[in-house]
């Protein structure tokens, strides 16, 4: 089995203090601000901190295995070959009402702005505006162009999105079956990771601060159980994760001119797996008080495969396509409208296209067409205002890292994934986190005042996901395939600068929204995305003229086999 991520205590401290050089005194300051995942050791009825001795036998509890867990629950929902063109104009009933509710909001917080006594100089402060109860709360749809690596195949596109990886042509043959993923990935994470460890009953959303103190709720009995992953549609995902998934119902794929088996499958289940979705499928204690042990699922991953038959049969404009999106945009509008029924815990679904397809209705290579999909992100009341992870741009330290934030490329949804679901970064991750699509967290100074953190908490998140990228280079570069020593020390001068600025970040007194937690922001978004612009250099460039001169050396010892 390859290298993998640990949740063991102090992982993420280690990660800090061993690849980004950062003392003692600014780790504490970030552990102060509650952006570290506490650890505690269970022994018996009694709660300890994690740097007591630990027999076999203790367990431990955390509110996440880096940084606290940022939801209760995530579904994906992959619509094969959702180019970003289908779901900006021809889902009407679910992304695109919306998006038109989200324009509303953005209208209304505006005028509110204007006219409301709060921006007054003496009432107003950094965090304030995010409490005034008639500013109606942004960034709870938001819609993306979701960019691919090649090949835009299925096979590794499902890889990549689960492993943070590069695959390349060469991986090709895995399409055709038997192409199990061993490489570390937030799927099997969340298979092996027990539950109490990744803050399964510590995620909340506007209801609380995000990283309180574990509840007694938490106790270990056996939970793990009860949390559960379920799957349904392109039986690709068992192919690659064939045990990791709880409840798993995979249909066949490859038939493309089937145009509605796996849909009807997905549509078959969906209801079922919805009501098991997430904490808020539990209901409420009774009048006991006795601990509901119905099983939910956190992670529920459904993929729709019509669209992408339906455009390799038909091509993308035709009355076959426009009926296949009407079904998608009705099983779409279900899932919305149970996700907006979670209030009191946040929950997000991600509806995504594995690839684009061209015109002729086909995918595999890197033309615009098929390398843009879409990614749309819907979150529930329970996240309360995602305005404040929209806010960080990266514009601190110039245009090539607001390019970094603009673009998201599909491998960056694992990192994200990982910290959403309090989980390390898989291993070998080259994707780095989209701070847009993280709830903003709050701490509470004092058990009482609750501050908002999070120009800190984004710039934690970047700092870790940088020093696991560049623990990762740095290991392959020495022990496999030693890797450009040009590029290589351009990343470490741009790691170092956004080290720095954290560092400067850190010694501030207060000022949890500084110019200088901006610019480490800035720097480690720069330097992520310079490192999958160094991994697809790497892995994914092919010399054209030396496979041309492959296939003529085949050719002709082909021939030289013919008997004349």
């Known amino acids: ?82 180019r970003f063109d289908f779901a900006l104009e021809h889902l009407p009933k679910s992304i695109g009402k919306r998006l038109l509710l989200e324009q509303e909001r953005i209208s209304r917080r505006q ?23 008639d500013v109606p709360p942004l960034g709870q749809s938001q819609l993306y162009q979701f960019v691919a690596d090649p090949p835009t195949v299925t096979m590794q596109r499902l890889k990549g999105l689960t492993t943070g990886g590069l695959p390349t042509f060469a991986d090709i043959s ?6 199990t993923v061993d ?25 609380g601060t995000g990283n309180e103190e574990l509840k007694e709720d938490n106790e270990t009995d056996g939970r793990q159980s009860l949390v559960k992953m379920a799957f349904v549609g392109d039986d690709t995902w068992v192919d690659l994760f064939p045990t990791q998934f709880d409840d798993s119902h995979p249909f066949p794929s490859f038939n493309t001119r089937d145009l509605d088996t796996v849909d009807d499958g ?42 992408d038959h339906v455009g390799h049969t038909y091509g993308p404009h035709n009355v076959h396509m426009d009926a296949k999106l009407n079904q998608i945009d009705d099983a779409l509008e279900t899932i919305f409208n149970k996700i907006d029924q979670a209030n009191e815990v946040c929950q997000v679904v991600f509806v995504f296209g594995d690839h684009g397809m061209t015109e002729d209705g086909n995918h595999g290579g890197g033309t615009s067409e098929e390398i843009n999909a879409a990614l749309f992100a819907h979150y529930s009341p329970g996240c309360g205002d995602m305005g404040p992870s929209l806010d960080i741009t990266g514009s601190e330290v110039g245009e090539h890292s607001e390019d970094a934030f603009r673009s998201i ?58 020093a696991q990228v560049w623990n990762y280079l740095a290991t392959y570069s020495v022990t496999a395939n030693k890797l450009p020593e040009e590029n290589m020390s351009e990343l470490k001068a741009i790691l170092d600068q956004g080290t720095l600025a954290f560092k400067n970040a850190l010694l501030q007194q207060g000022g949890y929204d500084s110019i200088a937690f901006r ?4 720097q480690y978004k720069y330097f992520l995305s310079r490192a999958i612009a160094l991994g697809k250099q790497v892995w994914t460039r092919f010399d054209t003229s030396g496979m041309l001169m492959g296939i003529l050396i085949m050719l002709v010892a082909l021939v030289l086999q013919i008997p004349w």
């Open 1 to 82: 089995m390859p290298h993998i991520s640990t949740c063991e205590p102090d992982s993420a401290r280690n990660l800090l203090y061993d690849v980004l050089d950062l003392g003692k005194e600014n780790i504490d300051k970030i552990e102060s601000l509650g952006i570290l995942s506490k650890h505690h050791l269970i022994l018996g009825d009694k709660k300890v901190g994690h740097e007591n001795s630990r027999k076999a036998e203790d367990d431990i509890q955390a509110q996440g295995c880096w940084m606290p867990r940022r939801v209760d629950a995530v579904a994906l929902i992959v619509v094969d070959a959702l």
């Open 111 to 133: 005028d509110s702005v204007k006219n409301d006594e709060m921006w007054s100089n003496d009432k107003r402060r950094d965090e304030s505006w995010i409490e005034v109860d």
């Open 174 to 179: 895995g399409s055709f079956g038997g192409a």
């Open 183 to 207: 490489e570390d990935s937030w799927v099997q994470q969340l298979h092996d990771v027990p539950s109490s460890r990744r803050g399964i009953f510590s995620a909340v959303g506007s209801k």
């Open 266 to 307: 997905c549509l078959l289940h969906l209801p079922r797996l919805l009501d098991s979705f997430g904490r808020s499928a539990r209901g409420p204690r009774n009048q006991n008080d006795e601990k509901d042990t119905s099983p939910y699922f956190e992670m529920l991953v459904t993929h729709f495969l019509g669209v």
């Open 409 to 466: 490329n599909q491998i960056d949804l694992v990192p994200t994934i990982s910290f959403l679901l309090g989980l390390p970064i898989p291993y070998a991750n080259l994707g780095g986190v989209v701070p847009a699509l993280l709830p903003p967290l709050y701490h509470k100074f004092n058990h009482t005042e609750k501050q908002l953190v999070e120009a800190p908490f984004v710039a934690t998140a970047l700092a870790l996901n940088a």
């Open 519 to 522: 610019e480490a922001c800035g």
